[in-house]
């Protein structure tokens, strides 16, 4: 069923609370709300799907996701909210529009000639709930869908086992074509810190995409990409989402570890009251990469991100360690209170 088909049907479901003039299907483009819902609990950053039936890729994975209606929503974020807590439960905190996803084809199946659907995509930062406070849903690593951005035990044996050999086996295909204004060799180069270049860990999207182009994720065979189809034995590169939602995941990923460090967003991942070391494992699990402990305190500190409760925190086998919160007068002080780490060079 294709994206536009199961929207189509999900505005049906609820045809009774609007205009039957206003129906999905009697335009040429329908408008999607999608959310990319981020949280990190245990160390791990995860986000929200909804899991339906596996389509042709065997995905099952989505994000939750509802039609807007001009009638029902007087905004587009207004609507993402509804469509969330109407799917899951959750009430959503702090929210921002990544982008639009309009491209023809996003969702192609064979004689699929339903309207076009343009997705909104949002991020939206949170606290994990437990399981047994969702009504639908669940919590899942965002690297079991990009096993290959999680560096917080070194570079991911998966660059160098899997996706470097075929990524050079994509780009020597590529010999004897038209010269481009940059070649594949470059690209590749780049987004995935090659031959010297430093990985960059803000390029998810440049990287899901490359992969994509290549043929080597699961999306581009079930989307019929021609270049999936040269591949004889095309791996398994992380866990496919429906529809184009890996996609918009990708973006949200680069959107908040770019973030993070110049909007005190991260702290819409903490709770009240934490510890530095509880912070540091937090913008870990966000970027990627490990960080120096002492560095890590002294830029938070001096950055003026926090400030004591003035109580501490027991810890098994160690010695109390000092709470602290978030200090909100920062945003009057200064533009950009970020927390401004440098991940390649810890």
């Not at 390029?203 to 043929?215: P, Q, S, T």
């Not at 530095?276 to 003026?304: C, D, M, S, W, Y």
């Not at 109390?320 to 002080?333: H, I, N």
Request: aromatic residues 8%; hydrophobic residues 35%.
């Amino acid at each position: 069923m294709s994206y536009s088909h199961q929207l189509r049907e999900t505005t049906q479901r609820v045809k009774g609370e609007l205009d039957p003039g206003t129906a999905a299907g009697t335009a040429g483009v329908e408008i999607g709300l999608n959310a990319a819902i981020v949280a990190v609990t245990d160390n791990e950053p995860v986000v929200l799907i909804i899991r339906s039936e596996a389509d042709s890729a065997g995905a099952t994975d989505g994000l939750p996701f509802g039609p807007f209606s001009p009638l029902q929503h007087r905004t587009f974020e207004g609507g993402l909210r509804a469509w969330v807590h109407r799917q899951t439960g959750l009430e959503l905190g702090y929210a921002e529009q990544l982008y639009t996803f309009g491209d023809r084809g996003r969702h192609a199946q064979p004689g699929d000639v339903g309207p076009h659907v343009v997705s909104i995509g949002y991020l939206a930062l949170t606290q994990a709930k437990p399981p047994l406070e969702m009504q639908h849903g669940a919590w899942r690593s965002w690297y079991h869908y990009f096993p290959w951005e999680d560096w917080r035990r070194g570079r991911p044996e998966i660059l160098e086992s899997t996706i470097e050999p075929r990524l050079r086996e994509w780009v020597a295909s590529q010999r004897g074509a038209t010269p481009l204004p940059i070649s594949r060799q470059e690209r590749v180069r780049i987004c995935f810190g090659l031959d010297g270049a430093a990985w960059d860990e803000e390029k998810v999207l440049d990287r899901y995409e490359l992969l994509y182009e290549a043929g080597l994720v699961d999306e581009a065979a079930r989307d019929g990409r021609e270049a999936a189809r040269q591949w004889s034995e095309r791996p398994r590169l992380g866990v496919p989402m429906r529809y184009d939602h890996r996609r918009i995941l990708a973006t949200a990923i680069g959107r908040v570890r770019a973030k993070i460090k110049y909007r005190p967003v991260i702290f819409e991942l903490m709770p009240d009251d934490f510890t530095l070391f509880e912070l540091q494992r937090t913008v870990e699990a966000i970027l990627g990469p490990h960080l120096h402990k002492q560095n890590f305190r002294r830029l938070v500190e001096g950055a003026g991100l926090v400030e004591t409760t003035g109580e501490v925190k027991m810890r098994t086998g160690g010695r109390p360690a000092k709470l602290y919160r978030f200090r909100r007068e920062v945003l009057l002080e200064r533009p950009a209170p970020g927390v401004r780490v440098k991940p390649g060079k810890a």
